[in-house]
């Protein structure tokens, strides 16, 4: 199997950059201000660009080079934890509030990338929610009547019908119609800013916002790393992961990896083919790309730095190459039926997420003027366009309950 692998994220190696921004060489003016150069950047960008808001979007990488570049670029109603188990974190109607606003995410996306020159690699998908496990199958079932009850198009799948659609052994399984999506995230990023640069953003590669005055009566002052200024009445940083130690509520930083085939012909095996998530520890979860591509991930590890040293000194990469083996071993036995596949990219990545796997979305209590969008976890993409969604409309005075469910506030989510 281990033939031509590359060590690099399959999207960004795949697809050279669509296009490159300059970086800021002059002080400049904006309503707003949009810190980052991943997708939740790039989602609240063109948001506050298409409402007629004069928007700059400044990153300090190139765009998509942030956890949007190794993300899986799947979208589910779902991703680690299932829906039950957020209802049982926040309460059921929290949480079918979220799984509507991602259902409305999806929705959103798709009919963005069909606007967007490139679509992106979306394609709407079927999802499959499994346990080999006796004693998980209770907890497949039990999200099976809480889908079912919000209207979903489910079907209950036990070990004999699993086995007539899937090569893998399963004890219950969930399947649902049309439940989830793919998309390839980098295109994503790179057709969002485009389309934000079309409804008159300024948008600026290579440059980093070092620090943030807001103490003025008028504007808030952005100053780069090069010198520049950036005045604006009002920022919102969606700079990713390095910014949780503002804002607190991540609850686990854990490294996961993921391996990326060469096109294969067919899927037999594999009813759909569908986006699959197992229920139990270690995860795993499996997708196809436009191209035919199989996408598996998983095996989260304790955190690794991005060299897969633990502490900045050991150097881990052997421990890092099995979980690649393992990943590829993990394919071949869930489908024994499709021949020759070939792992082509593998890639490891640190991964957060919150407590309740909810990002966080909003002001804190003590600013009027900086928004804050950290979207991360195995729904980032959606929570990308939810906070596009959702700050606009704060920012334009509309009265919004459902942002409260993302707050810097909520009770657990107390500055650590
Ligand atoms: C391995 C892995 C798999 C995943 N799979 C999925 C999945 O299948 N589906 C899904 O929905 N989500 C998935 N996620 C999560 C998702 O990828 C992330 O939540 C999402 O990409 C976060 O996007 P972001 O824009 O918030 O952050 P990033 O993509 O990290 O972008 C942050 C940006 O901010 C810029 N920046 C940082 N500091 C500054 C500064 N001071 N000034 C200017 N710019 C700055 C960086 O240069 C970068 O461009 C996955 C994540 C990982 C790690």
Redesign the pocket.
């Known amino acids: 199997m281990m033939k031509t692998m590359v060590h690099a994220s399959a999207w960004t190696s795949l697809t050279p950059a669509p296009k490159q921004y300059a970086w800021l060489d002059q002080d400049i003016t904006c309503q707003v201000a949009v810190?980052?150069?991943?997708?939740?950047?790039?989602m609240i960008a063109l948001r506050f660009a298409q409402a007629g808001l004069d928007t700059v979007m400044?990153?300090?990488?190139?765009?998509?080079?942030?956890?949007?570049?190794?993300?899986?670029?799947?979208?589910t109603l779902s991703?680690r934890d299932c829906l039950t188990c957020m209802a049982e974190e926040i309460g059921p109607e929290r949480a079918m509030t979220a799984s509507r606003l991602m259902t409305e995410a999806i929705d959103q996306i798709e009919k963005l990338c069909s606007s967007f020159d490139d679509a992106c690699g979306f394609q709407r998908m079927d999802s499959l929610r499994y346990t080999e496990r006796p004693e998980e199958a209770a907890k497949i079932r039990r999200e099976y009547s809480l889908r079912l009850h919000s209207g979903m198009e489910v079907e209950l799948l036990d070990s004999i019908t699993g086995s007539q659609q899937f090569t893998f052994p399963m004890e219950a399984g969930m399947y649902a119609k049309n439940a989830a999506a793919q998309v390839d995230?980098y295109r994503l990023?790179h057709g969002a800013a485009e389309a934000a640069e079309k409804a008159g953003a300024r948008i600026y590669e290579n440059?980093?916002?070092?620090t943030l005055d807001e103490s003025g009566e008028e504007a808030v002052i952005l100053e780069?790393a090069n010198g520049r200024t950036i005045k604006a009445d009002y920022v919102i940083m969606?700079?990713?992961?390095?910014?949780s130690h503002m804002l607190g509520g991540i609850d686990e930083v854990r490294t996961?990896?993921?391996l990326v085939t060469e096109p294969v012909a067919g899927f037999a095996g594999w009813r759909g083919p569908c986006v699959i998530h197992r229920e139990e520890e270690p995860r795993l979860?499996c997708?196809v790309t436009e191209d035919r591509r199989i996408l598996i991930?998983g095996l989260d590890s304790y955190y690794m730095d991005e060299k897969g040293r633990v502490a900045g000194v050991l150097d881990m990469s052997p421990a890092m190459d099995k979980r690649f083996d393992s990943l590829a071993m993990t394919l071949k036995e869930m489908f024994p039926a499709i021949p020759d596949l070939t792992a082509e990219y593998v890639?490891?990545?640190?991964?957060a997420s919150t407590k309740d796997t909810l990002p966080i979305i909003g002001r804190l209590p003590d600013s009027s003027r900086v928004a804050y969008?950290?979207?991360?976890?195995?729904?980032?993409?959606?929570?990308?366009e939810i906070a596009g969604r959702l700050l606009l409309q704060q920012y334009q005075g509309v009265d919004n309950q459902e942002l409260g469910l993302f707050s810097p506030g909520r009770s657990w989510r107390v500055k650590r």
């Open positions: 810190v980052g150069g991943g997708i939740s950047a790039a400044v990153s300090e990488s190139p765009l998509g080079y942030g956890s949007t570049a190794v993300s899986s670029g799947i979208m991703g995230p990023v440059t980093s916002a070092e780069c969606a700079s990713g992961i390095g910014m996961t990896y993921m979860y997708s991930g890639f490891a990545s640190p991964d969008a950290l979207c991360c976890g195995d729904n980032g993409i959606l929570f990308a």
